[in-house]
């Protein structure tokens, strides 16, 4: 099968960081579906993976998480699905990715399509779709209520993948106040397209922004990046006893302006349950058939920013290039070998 790989951490102007190659179909376990790709997308997990290669794999090494497809196989113990399904999903790290004609996925974290969605539309989903329920959700809990706070969600990063998502997920099933911060005009107007209440531009004092807005005594934040940036920001705005989660990964996080208002800290990865086979592994399934439902009803959208045209190595190199700038506006697809 077409597949694209690596086996050595190049920079990505190197043409040798992602090479089109050809692979052997892999075949399912007893839970596995196999799956048809026809669209991906790229997330800055596929950046960071790449460059964590310290020598020479000796055999190729193939990443993407997100992708779309149909079931053409399926393990003996499968339950949920059966050949034909179309299906969406953002595997685990621990096994091979989905820049491949085939994969092999574990049935309890994968979703039935959204019915509504093209292949490329339904491939910018999951993989922010399940970092931003997680967080709002499973971490943050915002359905319970944080004593005397307002009912409002500061999302720092609000144009990326999942500030994305998090924004309608917040406004259309949280029923939270939204701000986003943003710092480009097409990126403030994509946010507010998405739902957000106010945008605030971090390239500027956000505390200031804050305060001149009226924005203080929220009951939870999320940032996507930068975080240790906000910090003092972050406690400023939040009220006794809110609730912050992060999904980055600071080398230095000092946590100390957190304490006088008790505020919790809550980090996610969407990974956490394949990797350690919990026993809610298939809520994540659960999770992104709710999205599937949410989109299929019109609550919610794609967040598909770019289709950058068939799976390959070119393209890809071009992907991952245009999010190591860090200026990417929703997600980034690719569709079809």
Known sequence: MKAVGYRASLPIIDPNSLLDIEMPEPQPGPRDLLVKVHAISVNPIDTKMRMRQSADAPDWRVLGWDAVGDVIATGHACKKFKVGDSVYYSGALNRNGTNAEY?????????HKPKSLSYSEAAALPLT??????????????????PGAKKRILIIGGAGGVG????????????????????????????????????????????????????NDISFAFSTNNSHSYVNSIADILA???????IDDPELFDIKAFKRKSISIHWELMFTRSLFSTEDLD??????DQIADLIDKRSIRTTMGSHYGLINATNLRRAHSDIETGRVKGKIVLEGF
């Not at 779709?129 to 944080?146: G, Y």
């Not at 006794?240 to 992060?246: K, V």
């Not at 809520?283 to 992104?288: D, N, P, S, T």
């Open 164 to 215: 994305s998502i998090a924004i309608q997920l917040a406004k259309q099933v949280g029923s939270l106040e939204v701000a986003a911060t943003a710092s480009r005009l097409e990126t403030k107007k994509w946010v507010h397209d998405l739902g957000a209440d106010i945008v605030f531009d971090h390239a500027e004092n956000l505390t200031e922004q804050f305060s001149k807005a009226g924005w």
């Open 240 to 246: 006794p006893q809110g609730r912050f989660g992060l």
């Open 103 to 111: 994969h092999c996925v574990d049935e309890r974290i994968v979703g």
């Open 283 to 288: 809520r994540q399934g659960w999770i992104l």
């Open 129 to 146: 779709a399940l970092t931003a329920w997680e967080t709002l959700f499973d971490r943050l809990e915002i359905n319970r209520p944080v």
